[in-house]
């Protein structure tokens, strides 16, 4: 079940969150995922933040407005259709959906393109000098 995240979830949505960027981003220095958790935790509580919970959460997606800030799978819940869910879940509710990923993150980029997503712009991220690509759906 996709459901709102509650605010007493924070700490295991972040947990996801950091082992889902040292999984899928070892080519940034992991101190810099590790730096950033507390800033995250934060900013968890002004986005909307939405958990596929079956006995437990294993993933979530994050958005600000239409801007996917990420959607994140527990490593023993990847490649069983949650992260798809969620997206799907999200193509339901907005007509529109833009999120940056890194260019080395091939999975990502696959999973994206795989759900009807486009490059629109390319841009360095300038706290890390990683090459990274602006992604847009439109509904229609």
């Known amino acids: ?80 259709g949650v992260g798809k869910k969620l997206l799907d879940y999200l193509k339901q509710h907005y007509d529109k959906l833009s999120l940056d990923v890194y260019e080395k993150n091939h999975g990502a980029r696959k999973f994206y393109h795989h759900n009807d997503f486009t490059v629109s712009l390319e841009d360095v991220d300038p706290d890390n000098d990683e090459k990274e690509y602006q992604l847009v759906w439109n509904k229609g």
């Not at 295991?12 to 958790?37: C, M, Q, S, T």
């Open 1 to 80: 079940m996709i459901r709102r995240m509650k605010q007493d979830e924070i700490d295991e949505v972040g947990e996801i969150w950091l082992n889902g960027n040292l999984e899928a981003h070892d080519f940034v220095d992991k101190n810099y995922w590790l730096n950033y958790l507390d800033d995250v935790k934060e900013q968890l509580k002004q986005a909307d933040i939405y958990v596929y919970d079956e006995q437990g959460i294993q993933g979530f997606a994050g958005l600000k407005d239409e801007h996917i800030a990420g959607i994140f799978v527990k490593k023993e819940f990847r490649n069983h």
